[in-house]
């Protein structure tokens, strides 16, 4: 797995492309951390076999 570290640059490319926002420096050092974290899961998630695991259909459309 590729470990990749966000700067603070792509981070502000990121935000403001898909939002349409800009952040200030402060806001951009809080949204980091968060946004390595969601970063790791995800590639820990794309690194999983799932290619034998069947999608799970069954869903209660009430959400209890």
């Known amino acids: 797995m590729v ?3 966000l700067s603070p640059q ?3 490319e990121m935000v403001h ?3 349409g926002v800009s952040l200030s420096s402060s ?3 809080e949204l980091a951390p ?3 974290t969601l970063f790791r899961d995800i590639q820990t998630l794309e690194s999983l076999d799932l290619g034998e ?3 799970e259909t ?3 459309i ?3």
């Open 3 to 5: 470990t990749t570290t």
């Open 10 to 12: 792509t981070i502000a």
């Open 17 to 19: 492309k898909l939002g």
């Open 27 to 29: 806001e951009l050092e």
């Open 34 to 36: 968060q946004l390595e």
């Open 53 to 55: 695991v069947e999608p």
């Open 58 to 60: 069954l869903f209660d």
């Open 62 to 64: 009430q959400g209890e």
